[in-house]
């Protein structure tokens, strides 16, 4: 019979080859990660049987308006990392500031998260998979202390682990700690995350390309052209490529990265800035991409270099194979959008 590495286990090996030093507390926190996934699963899985679909009747502070399973996911995983006691602080998509403990539990914390606890959830009504994005970093100011907002507006390559779970037709958590990405299917028999897509390399190109084209008219001048390549006949370089956007950056991004392509969000009339938020949606899904094989940009820069200035800040976002991101680049710089 084939072996079954679990979550907890394979982060327990990686722990002893790659950091034989560390005291568990990383693994600790990822595997509190990993029962809030199992219950936003669970919940998400009888969404149409109990009265936790729709909207909850509030907005966030971004002025969306909040589905109930939104706050579900948020406070489930606040929950978790706090009882944890490796988290010190987190910056969430559902919360207008910081949380922070550095109490009891939490007072030698070290890690703080930054959350989108439930991406794409405007398809939760009509069963299309959503997700829940996370990021880990150590914190700057001593042990013991509220978290302050620079431990929060690190630059994404001091980012220690990422992650993204997938509710999808399975369950799916996929994780970087800067060492290879690894996919793990949540096995419902078991109520286990199990090894299933071992050290996952994204091709250097691929056929797929991700935006959402109702918003043609609104898009840069180079965006625009680059669609207009993607659509064009060349056999040579595989043309015209075929076009798939769900709406939930989790579950495009983890159809590209699996098949090859691109998923774009340009900034946008409505949108200067884009529409994706640094934190918790680019870098992270950036820091697996480029663990993957491929690449991240906002527009010329490269996503986990760009220095935060504010915990909910958007940034256009480029990310997939990257002779495609090359690609697009070559045309946004041809019509001076970068
Ligand atoms: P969230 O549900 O966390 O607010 O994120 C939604 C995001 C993202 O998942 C997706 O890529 C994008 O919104 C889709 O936006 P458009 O509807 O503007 O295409
Ligand atoms: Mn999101
Ligand atoms: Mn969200």
């Known amino acids: 019979m084939q072996k079954v590495i679990a979550l907890n286990e394979f982060i327990i090996q990686q722990q002893q080859t790659d950091y034989p030093a560390a005291g568990g507390n990383f693994s600790r926190l990822l595997h509190h990660i990993g029962i809030a996934a199992k219950k936003v699963n669970r919940e998400v899985n009888k969404a149409g049987l109990i009265d936790i679909l729709g909207k909850a009747g509030t907005e966030n502070v971004q002025g969306e308006e909040q589905q109930k399973l939104d706050i579900y996911a948020n406070e489930t995983f606040m929950a978790e990392l706090q009882a944890s006691g490796e988290c010190c602080g987190i910056a969430s998509e559902e919360n207008e500031d910081l949380t922070t403990f550095h109490e009891g539990l939490c007072s030698t914390a070290k890690y703080i998260v930054c959350m989108d606890p439930l991406d794409g959830s405007s398809n939760i009504d009509v069963n299309v998979s959503v997700g829940t994005i996370f990021s880990i970093y150590r914190r700057k100011s001593p042990i013991g202390t509220p978290a302050t907002r620079e431990d929060f507006l690190q630059k994404g390559t001091d980012m220690v682990a990422a992650g993204y779970v997938i509710y999808g037709s399975s369950t799916v958590l996929v994780y970087t700690a800067g060492n290879g990405v690894n996919g793990f299917t949540l096995d419902p028999s078991i109520g286990?995350?199990?090894?299933?897509?071992?050290?996952?390399?994204?091709?250097?190109?691929?056929?797929?390309?991700?935006?959402?084209?109702?918003?043609?008219?609104?898009?840069?001048?180079?965006?625009?052209?680059?669609?207009?390549?993607?659509?064009?006949?060349?056999?040579?370089?595989?043309?015209?490529?075929?076009?798939?956007?769900?709406?939930?950056?989790?579950?495009?991004?983890?159809?590209?990265?699996?098949?090859?392509?691109?998923?774009?969000?340009?900034?946008?009339?409505?949108?200067?800035?884009?529409?994706?938020?640094?934190?918790?949606?680019?870098?992270?899904?950036?820091?697996?991409?480029?663990?993957?094989?491929?690449?991240?940009?906002?527009?010329?820069?490269?996503?986990?270099?760009?220095?935060?200035?504010?915990?909910?800040?958007?940034?256009?976002?480029?990310?997939?194979?990257?002779?495609?991101?090359?690609?697009?680049q070559e045309f946004l710089k041809a019509a001076k959008d970068i």
């Open 192 to 328: 286990e995350f199990c090894l299933s897509h071992p050290n996952i390399k994204t091709p250097r190109s691929g056929k797929i390309y991700s935006i959402n084209e109702g918003y043609y008219e609104k898009f840069p001048m180079g965006v625009k052209k680059y669609i207009k390549y993607c659509q064009e006949k060349d056999t040579a370089t595989n043309r015209p490529y075929t076009s798939r956007y769900i709406g939930s950056l989790v579950a495009d991004f983890h159809r590209n990265m699996l098949k090859g392509g691109l998923f774009i969000y340009p900034p946008t009339d409505s949108h200067p800035n884009g529409k994706l938020r640094l934190l918790y949606e680019c870098n992270p899904i950036a820091f697996i991409a480029e663990q993957a094989g491929g690449a991240a940009f906002s527009d010329s820069r490269r996503t986990l270099d760009l220095q935060p200035e504010t915990i909910h800040q958007r940034v256009p976002f480029y990310v997939g194979s990257p002779e495609m991101v090359s690609k697009l």
